[in-house]
């Protein structure tokens, strides 16, 4: 070993050590990059380098059973560009520039930006970007953005529901189909630079986002406008604090129209009470009062107690049932079966209910569904309260049989109606009629469903006469309309509040079907607590009911072929109602209508009167609209005069009568 080995001995080994350490040192800091943090820190790379963008797919229309779009969206289209890699800059320019009526050199320049992502338009209508959705080029990147929107407003508030702002669905079908109308979002990778920004790049990978399903309803915009016209009308006159209604086709459980009072405008639902959202036809549930008297009187005709013409004395309008005083709402004295249910005397239904028996009342009342659900597709129904037989006090049997000690909701009503209507059968109400995929398939279609049987056909159609003589003579008189026979029932019940039966406030009734022996729908109209004069069920629901015949038999020509031969030839006259007022806000759909109306042929602003004699009233209707007149009916059914007569020359706009019968 030489002296000058030995003389830098130590500081080679200093050397050699620093190495031997920052080798060791280097050889750690690898293992913990690669291998302990090596998952944590490729992620933050992948991070930093790309970015994962949704792309947000459409929400699905609601429609109703003719398609008329009840919920659907506005679309609005944004585009940009990475300049660099645009494949067809003449097709961008010129496409855009046609579109929105922009200069050629307004989209050359953001062509030319040295920005390698570029802003094109931002927020177009969908009529606009519905074309330009058409360019296929690597460069050019579209986005769509769906708002919902509501038509009508507040048509339907309660059933259709509403979404957030994330399109979700909070209340109603909105909530309740929510998975098929949100669709699937889908996806696209943007690489990122070190300025952190985002462009395209082919190589990275997406997935195209998958539209909603279309929702179609068994309800009909028709029915529906008319319905909440002459709800909202008559809750105004009577005082009412609220109202409920639906009308319902008997033979399948299709709900062709439902409104509840107060309402809500769905454009708009944050300046509106949260009690509004609610639809208290499913979910709320009342003391129904004398439209149960029909459990009474079905099992009295099902178990054969009781003839049709046999005679109760209803005791001058007061009986004593087991300590408790029974009173009419007039001075009855001998009355027979049908007279008690025409009259709706609770001293003869009563004494009905004693030869019927509880046991007997009870099975008839779950038959008809009254204490459980009917299944219908909707949160929050509620199934009512009909207690066993064992729950039952000394003096039930007489309260039950006159609709106390029992909750029902609208819907039951209507259900159980319905299974008088159609002949014995209780069908299973229903909302949605259709789901439609984006792609025209359809992968949901109902179909009616029985629940069960209530009573044999000859016991319903026994019911069904007495239910017309209640339209015709009893308390029902109110829904009576001329030339066509109405099955119904009146119900007025006092409201159970802080622990006692209220002598003020009241829950008025109408229940009825029409026509009597051919029905087409049911309808329950329901008012919470209207002024006196009004709490009746016949004077203040029964009006109504006949209001929404008057109007839809004038609006729907199909009805006709269900009238009686018998009843056509002394059908009363009556004026068309409005077809819409301006609370109802039912602004695209005139209810006298048929089709689109083209421009009339004019000469020198005069028209000529068109022939429609022989036509239907919505026939009629759009030929005279056609032609550039006003309308003005009398009458329903077919035309049989017209003033001014046809072919005459009269100033545009001016008023034609027809008359139908």
């Given at each position: ?13 200093i050397?050699?050590s ?13 293992f ?8 944590d ?7 930093q ?6 792309l947000?797919?459409v929400?699905?229309k ?14 609005h ?9 645009v494949?067809?800059r ?6 855009f ?10 989209y ?20 606009v ?6 360019i296929?080029?690597?460069g050019l ?21 509403f979404?957030?702002v994330?399109?979700?669905?909070l209340?109603?079908?909105e ?13 696209i ?15 990275y ?12 309803l ?9 319905l909440?016209d002459?709800l ?7 005082g ?15 709900i062709?129209a439902?409104a ?6 769905l454009?708009?639902?944050?300046a ?16 129904p ?25 209803c ?23 049908s ?15 004693e030869?019927?028996?509880?046991d ?8 008809f ?15 009512g309260v ?7 006090s000394g003096?039930s ?7 106390y000690e ?7 009503l ?9 002949g014995?059968?209780?069908m ?27 009573a ?11 239910l ?14 001329k ?11 006092k ?24 029905p ?6 329901i ?5 006196p004069g ?26 006709l072929a ?14 068309a ?5 301006n ?5 695209p759909v ?18 000529y009167?068109?022939d ?5 009233l ?6 005279l ?5 006003t309308?003005?009916?009398?009458g329903?059914g077919?035309v ?9 020359m009269?100033?545009?706009?001016s008023?034609?009568?027809v008359?139908?019968?």
């Amino acid at each position: 070993m030489t002296k000058a080995f030995t003389k830098f001995r130590p500081r080679i080994l200093i050397l050699s050590s620093l190495v031997i350490l920052s080798w060791t040192g280097l050889t750690m800091r690898f293992f913990y990059i690669q291998v302990i943090r090596g998952a944590d820190l490729r992620e933050q790379s992948h991070n930093q380098g790309q970015n994962r963008a949704i792309l947000s797919a459409v929400r699905g229309k609601i429609r109703d059973r003719n398609h008329i779009p009840l919920a659907e969206n506005i679309i609005h289209y944004s585009f940009a560009v990475h300049p660099e890699e645009v494949e067809n800059r003449e097709e961008i320019i010129t496409s855009f520039s046609e579109a929105t009526g922009r200069s050629r050199d307004y989209y050359e320049g953001k062509l030319n930006s040295s920005s390698p992502y570029v802003y094109l338009e931002r927020n177009l209508r969908s009529e606009v970007g519905r074309e330009l959705m058409k360019i296929r080029d690597r460069g050019l990147i579209t986005n769509r953005h769906g708002y919902r929107f509501y038509p009508h407003q507040r048509i339907a508030s309660q059933v259709l529901g509403f979404t957030n702002v994330d399109n979700l669905g909070l209340e109603g079908i909105e909530k309740e189909f929510d998975g098929y109308l949100k669709g699937r979002d889908g996806w696209i990778v943007l690489q990122r630079d070190g300025k952190g920004r985002d462009w395209r790049n082919h190589a990275y990978p997406r997935r195209d986002p998958m539209d909603g399903s279309d929702i179609v309803l068994t309800l009909d915009l028709h029915y529906q406008a008319i319905l909440q016209d002459e709800l909202g009308r008559r809750v105004e006159q009577t005082g009412a604090a609220g109202g409920m209604g639906l009308l319902v086709d008997p033979h399948t459980g299709r709900i062709l129209a439902l409104a509840c009072l107060p309402d809500f405008d769905l454009n708009e639902p944050a300046a509106y009470s949260r009690e509004t959202y609610r639809n208290k036809v499913v979910t709320d549930q009342f003391e129904p009062g004398s439209t149960f008297k029909i459990v009474t009187a079905a099992a009295a005709l099902t178990y054969n107690t009781v003839g049709i013409h046999q005679e109760f004395n209803c005791e001058d309008g007061s009986y004593i049932y087991r300590g408790q005083v029974i009173k009419d709402w007039n001075d009855f004295g001998l009355l027979t079966f049908s007279q008690i249910i025409a009259n709706s005397s609770n001293v003869g239904t009563v004494k009905i209910a004693e030869t019927v028996g509880r046991d007997r009342i009870y099975t008839t009342g779950r038959k008809f569904g009254f204490g459980s659900v009917t299944g219908i597709q909707f949160p929050g129904e509620t199934k009512g309260v009909l207690k066993e037989t064992d729950q039952w006090s000394g003096i039930s049997l007489a309260e039950i049989s006159l609709g106390y000690e029992v909750s029902v909701t609208t819907l039951q009503l209507a259900a159980a109606y319905s299974a008088i209507a159609n002949g014995g059968f209780l069908m299973k109400p229903f909302l949605v009629d259709r789901i439609i995929h984006p792609t025209g398939k359809v992968t949901y279609a109902s179909s009616p469903q029985l629940i069960r049987k209530v009573a044999s056909r000859p016991v319903m159609e026994r019911l069904t006469s007495m239910l017309c003589q209640v339209v015709e003579t009893g308390t029902g008189t109110s829904a009576r309309l001329k030339g066509w026979n109405i099955a119904g029932k009146t119900g007025t019940a006092k409201k159970y509040l802080n622990g006692s039966y209220s002598d003020s406030k009241f829950i008025a009734s109408f229940v009825g079907f029409f026509p009597a022996h051919d029905p087409i729908l049911t309808g329950v109209i329901i008012l919470d607590e209207p002024k006196p004069g009004y709490h009746w069920g016949g004077t203040g629901a029964a009006p109504v009911f006949r209001e929404l015949v008057k109007r839809i038999i004038n609006s729907d020509d199909s009805i006709l072929a269900h009238r009686p031969t018998e009843e056509r030839g002394g059908h009363e006259f009556f004026a068309a109602s409005d077809p819409i007022s301006n609370k109802a806000a039912i602004n695209p759909v005139a209810l006298l209508t048929v089709g689109t109306i083209s421009e009339p042929e004019v000469e020198n602003g005069m028209a000529y009167v068109p022939d429609v004699r022989g036509k239907s009233l919505r026939r009629a209707v759009a030929d005279l609209k056609n032609a550039g007149l006003t309308p003005k009916v009398q009458g329903s059914g077919t035309v049989v005069w017209q003033s001014p007569a046809p072919g005459k020359m009269v100033k545009l706009h001016s008023a034609c009568t027809v008359g139908l019968n």
